[in-house]
Every structure is written in structure tokens, then in C-alpha cells.
């Protein structure tokens, strides 16, 4: 990697048996980004185009939660304490989808930002089964947002 890259994993939750046993379909995977891009610019990179990332389809609808956070490796599959909810995603493949990914941060933060010391940056999809998109989003933005600090 170099100062001009950024390694980028992407990962999310097994949600059916054939998850892990289906040759075509690559759970875990990881990119190398350009060093400038932002979170908005990664996160249209892989739900958008012939390259986008996989998420499955699940009887009943899903909401998909992305978390991003520091990865220092290739191995390091979960988000943990670090983390931060980046967007709510309603499942893709759905005739009925209302709209496209809601950001919970600024579209401009740096991905960079989010690195760990090795540079590498972990996106994990949680998935919340017929969860409406609307309300998780909401709830998100109420537990992330920060009150405003009194006027001295």
C-alpha cells in the first residue's frame, strides 16, 4: 500500500446457508481505493455499477446497516468498538426499493479518516431483517447525533 491508496475490506452478516458454500458469491473481499476518496465516493463505488458489492437478497425485505472502521489487516473481518454507522441501505434487489442509501455522516469525510494504523479501513453490512429503512435511519441519527454544547 502506498500513501495514495487506501486498503479497503468489505464484508457483511451471512444471512442464508448458501452464503459460504456458493463459488459466485464472495462474502469478504478487499479493494484498493484511491487515498482521496471520500466515504459518499466509496459507498456509491460498491452499491452502484458491474463492480458493486453483493448484499443478499432475504425473504421479507432487509435493511442493511454499514459500519466502517479501522482494519490494520486482511484478517480483520469485525468492526468493533471504533466503528461507526455510515448509512442505512434497504435491500437492493427489491422491486418496491424507495431510495438510495442514507448517509449518516458527511458524504465528504475522508475514508481515509476512518483508517488504522496499518491504513486499512473495515466496512461491515449488518443485517436487520424486515427492519423499515426509515426508522432505522432515524434511530441511527438519534443515537450517533451529539447535542449542541450550551452558549457560554
Known amino acids: 500500500m502506498t500513501e495514495h491508496t487506501i486498503t479497503l475490506h468489505i464484508d457483511r452478516d451471512r444471512v442464508h446457508a448458501g452464503d459460504d458454500d456458493s463459488p459466485y458469491r464472495t462474502i469478504g473481499e478487499s479493494r484498493t481505493v484511491r487515498g482521496d476518496i471520500t466515504v459518499g465516493e466509496a459507498l456509491d463505488a460498491i452499491t452502484h455499477g458491474r463492480?458493486?458489492?453483493?448484499?443478499?437478497s432475504i425473504a421479507g425485505g432487509a435493511t442493511w446497516v454499514l459500519y466502517g472502521g479501522p482494519?490494520?489487516?486482511e484478517?480483520?473481518?469485525a468492526v468493533g468498538r471504533s466503528s461507526t454507522a455510515l448509512a442505512v441501505i434497504e435491500e437492493p434487489d427489491r422491486a418496491d426499493r424507495r431510495e438510495e442509501p442514507g448517509l449518516l455522516v458527511d458524504p465528504g469525510l475522508a475514508l481515509s479518516s476512518l483508517a488504522g494504523t496499518g491504513g486499512g479501513v473495515?466496512?461491515?453490512f449488518q443485517c436487520l431483517q424486515q427492519a423499515d429503512p426509515?426508522?432505522?435511519w432515524q434511530r441511527?441519527?438519534?443515537e450517533c447525533s451529539v447535542p449542541p454544547s450550551p452558549r457560554a
Open 51 to 56: 463492480d458493486r458489492y453483493h448484499l443478499a
Open 71 to 73: 482494519a490494520d489487516s
Open 75 to 77: 484478517k480483520s473481518r
Open 122 to 124: 473495515m466496512f461491515v
Open 134 to 136: 426509515q426508522q432505522t
Open 140 to 142: 441511527l441519527h438519534d
